[in-house]
């Protein structure tokens, strides 16, 4: 069974730093590993996509990339902002389920 | 990207009585949805997928007597909690995932919606 870890559970950064969420995963037979953001008592919202085939992905600030060989993924934020505060989860699709991780709680403070 | 509705986002009930939650993909076909709980500071639990004109697909561990679902069409999926108690209480989160275009099988989710139980 695929079991997906998030490394570190949470962090608190002040404003303008660059960090790095990571993702790691048991089984590289995966179709695509997705970057979702959840704020409080709210539903989650994508981020990043990444196919199997990728090795990364980028948007604006954040930028993850996908080593499935290595079964990890990691999201990079850059210049970090207040309103970046919120929970990042990492979920790996296998085609017919997604598995998600245990969730990185991020606190930037201004 | 695409859009995921979900209705109620906020429910409250007496302890033994049924709620029903919808799950609606707006502007995409879905023949497959997932609904999903989440208790406080924890990561999504699966319970069950739900498939357009067949019977839905339960996690071990989920009494598929208590949580109902019904994929009506190809757009609907309903998630009913039957008999309610105070141990349903709990963020309860669709997600549909798209079976076209660029983004083949990215999942898109509803808002959620809060279940407390009294």
């Known amino acids: 069974k695929q079991e997906v870890t998030q490394i570190p559970a949470a962090l608190s950064v002040p404003e303008g730093e660059n960090l790095v969420l990571n993702c790691s995963f048991t089984d590289s037979a995966i179709y695509n590993l997705q970057w979702f953001r959840q704020d409080p008592g709210k539903g989650l919202t994508s981020l990043l996509l990444?196919?199997?085939?990728?090795r990364e992905q980028t948007s604006g600030r954040l930028n993850a990339s996908l080593d499935k060989s290595s079964g990890r993924s990691t999201l990079y934020i850059a210049a970090s902002q207040p309103g970046d505060s919120a929970t990042y989860l990492c979920a790996g699709f296998t085609g017919n389920q997604f598995y998600f991780g245990t969730g990185t709680s991020l606190t930037v403070i201004p | 990207g695409a859009v995921v509705s979900q209705h109620p986002s906020w429910v409250i009930c007496k302890s033994g009585t049924s709620v029903k939650i919808e799950c609606r993909s707006l502007?995409?076909?879905?023949?497959?949805m997932f609904w999903y709980r989440q208790f406080p500071k924890q990561s999504l639990m699966l319970m069950a997928t739900?498939?357009?004109?067949?019977?839905?697909?339960?996690e071990q561990g989920v009494e598929k007597d208590k949580f109902l679902i019904n994929h009506a069409s190809l757009t609907l999926s309903t998630l009913t909690v039957t008999s309610a108690h105070p141990e349903d209480s709990s963020f309860y989160i669709c997600?549909?995932?798209?079976?076209?275009?660029?983004?083949?099988?990215?999942?898109?989710f509803g808002p959620g919606t809060r279940l407390t139980v009294l």
């Open positions: 997600s549909a995932p798209s079976t076209s275009g660029r983004a083949l099988y990215e999942q898109f």
């Open positions: 739900s498939n357009e004109g067949s019977k839905a697909t339960y």
């Open positions: 502007d995409f076909q879905a023949t497959t």
């Open positions: 990444i196919q199997s085939s990728q």
